[in-house]
């Protein structure tokens, strides 16, 4: 396996336009264990990331029930000195569903340090670049959880913390409690999940009412440095393939349209109207095939080549209305 050569950064810089999610590595969602045919195919993903100018690998403790972590350490052990170029960021926060009892979210401080310590011998490495609070947890004590944060910070297990899924009041509280910058914050973001930008322009509407995503957010994250990162950026391919409304149909046709125009792939056009945004949005690619991998290619490497008007037509015809 080839690498390029990379600084190591300590958390995820402006170098960083693309992250890959290692969400769909490892095989099935559940305890059973992952093959060898699963290492080989997580190679394959973490290759074809690598070829694209991506350094930066997004994982959580509960993806694929563990295995995910698991065959990305096999690959790092295949490959000596990876790890050195390349920031790892992993997730913890939630429990899966076991038996009778529901899926729940545990931000106690024991068990984000143990939750820690496990993903860490899962990937083979002595620590995480990034650790994201994978969701709110509304039992959580602040304080509890800033001091097991900062044990993990003092014994050089985690260099940087970050929040997913988290509103400004969120992350205003918590950081309160922190002696350390918090750095990111992943949010769902995509030119299909379009609340982060919708509830901006609807202030003063009937329909902001119905919009779920808490104002402010872009703008505190902004405003402290805290990095967005797009989690499910491509939609799920709702405009590269998996058109499902007249919307979407459009959207696609549009796409399609600007990544001839642009000399690229429509997957780098989606991405680039996320890219585009004042809010230096990070997208997470989730896909584990290498040629879609590969795709996403020019949206790691280019600034985005979206006028303003491409990127407005971009949005209201993925709206299917015009805007207020």
């Known amino acids: 396996m080839t690498t390029t050569p990379h600084a190591h950064p300590h958390a995820h810089?402006?170098?960083?336009?693309?992250?890959?999610g290692c969400m769909g590595l490892g095989?099935?969602?559940d305890s059973a264990p992952y093959k060898a045919a699963d290492i080989d195919a997580a190679e394959a993903a973490v290759q074809a990331a690598l070829d694209s100018g991506i350094t930066a690998f997004d994982h959580a403790d509960i993806y694929r029930d563990g295995k995910a972590e698991a065959v990305f350490g096999e690959v790092l052990a295949r490959t000596p000195g990876l790890r050195e170029r390349i920031t790892v960021q992993t997730k913890c926060g939630i429990r899966l569903a076991d038996g009778d009892r529901p899926g729940v979210y545990d931000l106690s401080g024991a068990r984000i340090v143990r939750c820690v310590e496990e993903s860490l011998?899962?990937?083979r490495t002595d620590h995480v670049d990034v650790l994201l609070l994978h969701r709110p947890d509304p039992l959580a004590d602040p304080g509890e959880v800033a001091k097991a944060l900062t044990s993990l910070q003092e014994q050089g297990l985690v260099r940087s913390f970050g929040v997913s899924n988290m509103s400004a009041h969120q992350i205003a509280h918590l950081q309160s409690h922190l002696d350390f910058p918090l750095v990111a914050n992943q949010l769902e973001m995509s030119l299909?999940?379009?609340?982060?930008?919708?509830?901006?322009v609807l202030v003063n509407t009937p329909e902001a009412a119905t919009n779920g995503f808490p104002l402010g957010t872009l703008e505190h994250c902004a405003t402290h440095g805290i990095r967005l990162q797009a989690w499910g950026p491509l939609a799920q391919g709702s405009y590269t393939g998996r058109e499902a409304t007249p919307a979407e149909y459009a959207t696609a046709q549009l796409v399609t349209a600007l990544a001839e125009k642009k000399h690229t792939t429509p997957e780098t056009i989606i991405l680039w109207w996320?890219?585009?945004?004042?809010?230096?949005?990070?997208?997470?690619?989730?896909t584990a095939n290498p040629t879609r991998i590969r795709a996403c290619r020019d949206a790691a490497r280019r600034d985005p080549e979206l006028t303003h008007e491409e990127w407005y037509e971009l949005w209201v015809t993925a709206r299917g209305a015009a805007l207020p």
């Open 13 to 20: 810089t402006d170098q960083d336009r693309l992250i890959y």
């Open 274 to 286: 996320l890219q585009r945004h004042p809010a230096r949005i990070a997208p997470v690619i989730g």
């Open 27 to 29: 095989g099935s969602w």
């Open 192 to 200: 299909k999940s379009r609340d982060w930008v919708e509830s901006g």
């Open 121 to 123: 011998t899962r990937l």
